[in-house]
């Protein structure tokens, strides 16, 4: 039997006779779980009237069908969110442990951000950035203040396709130079151009693509060839043996020569720019060692390129520890990109640049008739109140340590769980064959696992180069009760899989 002592889970076998009852804490996972109640909602949406669940299928099926594979065998037809909830059709509730893929920041239809643009549209919904408006100018402001000088020039686009294009034409337009570094693994963006920059080989189409767009190693401390037990910034290390020395981190320098490789033989001696996550996001929340970006940026700079922070994934608070990705990584960018949580859902973006590379474009015009947008500056300030009204970022940090330590003594438990990493609320568990070898556990199987989990209430995602990473990325207004769930529910699911597999 499985019990929580403060935040971690430990065996029965482990706590003295009389401690459990003493300490009020009840029993949370037994030898043969059985699946949870989700937590309580208090709120009860109306009935669903839109169009038939057959109807909607058919239209996916036929005039939809680029937008590619929906999740799970029966896919969802949603039309209900509040905070980290979710309704389907059918009127299932559910609860949301991928927040829109990482864009959900402060919960669903938040009445807050809601009734910020509703007040907007009423007054002024649309004039493009050949007026000004309070409402946009306000909110440039508010968002510079969050970052360190010199970053303080705003633009602000639709996407985070849109704003990494952006920052890759900024690279160049400044630098005057071409070639750019991403790191294998990364991705930065479907349309032409950041498809050379995004390294994950299933959203490569066969066109030409990626010119001047050059890939070194992922710095992977859990499935590349160097790392260890304490190469990253994350509660929960990896299972590896670890040959740092005192003071530093022998997998970060091995890495760092072989990005020096990648500068001595694949590009120019001048260079635009290296672009990366703080962490990975579609590439399985994969976390560097320390001190490599702040390592990699130096040697780009050498080359008279700037450091772009792709933190469409991991701005506005989701890491706990830091605001910024880049933050953590002790290195300030000279371009940041940011997209996702920005709007909470509202389709807006924006790059964040220092005077000096801004002022580099003024060669020739650059204009977005959504980038001034009042609505979206009425949205994007109403996020950041609630971030910081409602305690959102320390939540993040809170909780994810929680969740974090959880799904660790899955991991030890279970044998295809292979590696539980993240930050905040950005988490990811790697599942695997087995923990030696760290062979990706076959699709079938994840799939099953993560069907388990949704029938069971819980949504979360998956990455990975496999796909055989699950993406942990609620809104950050999660609860403790709302971990504690989900922690059993994947307990199930994994304990299901061991019964199907006779392994239990």
């Known amino acids: 039997m499985w019990l929580r002592l403060g935040s971690v889970w430990r065996s029965v076998a482990a706590v003295p006779r009389g401690h459990i009852r003493s300490a009020g804490i009840a029993p949370v996972h037994t030898e043969v779980p ?18 038939a669940y057959e109807q909607v299928l058919a239209i996916r099926r036929e005039q939809l069908r680029h937008l590619g594979l929906t999740f799970y065998r029966e896919p969802l037809l949603m039309y209900r969110g509040h905070r980290q909830w979710l309704w389907a059709a059918d009127g299932s509730r559910f609860l949301d442990f991928f927040g829109g893929i990482v864009t959900v920041s402060v919960g669903h239809s938040h009445p807050r951000v ?32 969050l970052f360190p000088q010199p970053l303080s020039v705003v633009f602000l686009v639709n996407s985070g396709s849109e704003a990494n294009d952006l920052a890759m034409l900024l690279a160049r337009v400044h630098t005057g130079n071409f070639d750019l570094i991403t790191l294998r693994g990364g991705y930065h963006g ?19 693509h990626g010119f001047g767009c050059h890939a070194t190693m992922c710095p992977d401390v859990y499935r590349g060839p160097w790392g260890g037990s304490h190469c990253r910034d994350s509660p929960i290390q990896a299972l590896r043996q670890c040959t740092c020395p005192p003071g530093g981190c022998e997998a970060g320098d091995r890495y760092v020569e072989d990005l020096r490789d990648v500068l001595q033989c694949s590009v120019s001696k001048h260079l635009a720019a290296i672009i990366a996550e703080p962490i990975q996001g579609v590439g399985g929340v994969v976390q560097y060692p320390r001190g490599f970006l702040q390592a990699a940026s130096e040697l780009v700079r050498e080359r008279g390129g700037l450091y772009i922070s792709d933190e469409v994934q991991t701005g506005f608070g989701r890491l706990g520890s830091h605001y910024w990705g880049f933050q953590a990584h002790g290195v300030t960018p000279d371009i940041v990109t940011m997209a996702k949580g920005i709007g909470n859902g509202f389709p807006m973006a924006a790059v964040v640049t220092t005077p000096e590379v801004a002022e580099s474009f003024s060669e020739a015009l650059h204009f977005n008739t959504f980038g001034g947008n009042p609505v ?18 320390m939540n993040s940090e809170c909780l994810g340590k929680r969740m974090m330590e959880g799904l660790a003594v899955l991991r030890d438990q279970y044998e295809i769980v292979g590696d539980v990493r993240g ?37 979360v995602g998956k990455g990975g180069l496999y796909n055989q990473t699950f993406r942990i990325t609620p809104p950050m207004c999660i609860t403790e009760a709302d971990v504690d769930f989900a922690l059993s529910v994947f307990h199930v699911a994994l304990h299901r899989h061991s019964v199907r597999k006779g392994t239990a």
């Open 190 to 208: 479907g349309v032409s151009s950041t498809m050379g920059l995004t390294s994950i080989g299933s959203w490569k189409f066969n066109v030409a």
């Open 376 to 393: 979206a500056g009425a949205v994007g300030t109403a996020v950041l109140d609630v971030i910081e009204d409602e305690g959102l970022q």
């Open 34 to 51: 059985e699946a949870p109640d989700l937590p309580p909602c208090d709120v009860t949406p109306e009935p669903y009237q839109g169009l």
């Open 114 to 145: 809601l009734e910020a643009m509703r007040r907007q549209t009423e007054t002024l919904a649309h004039t493009t950035s050949i007026y000004m408006t309070s409402a946009v100018h306000q909110y440039v402001q508010r968002l510079s203040r």
């Open 423 to 459: 930050k905040g609320l950005m988490i990811g568990m790697e599942m695997v064959r087995d923990k030696g070898r760290r062979e990706p556990l076959v699709m079938a199987e994840v799939n099953e696992i993560w069907e388990d989990c949704r029938q069971m209430g819980l949504l």
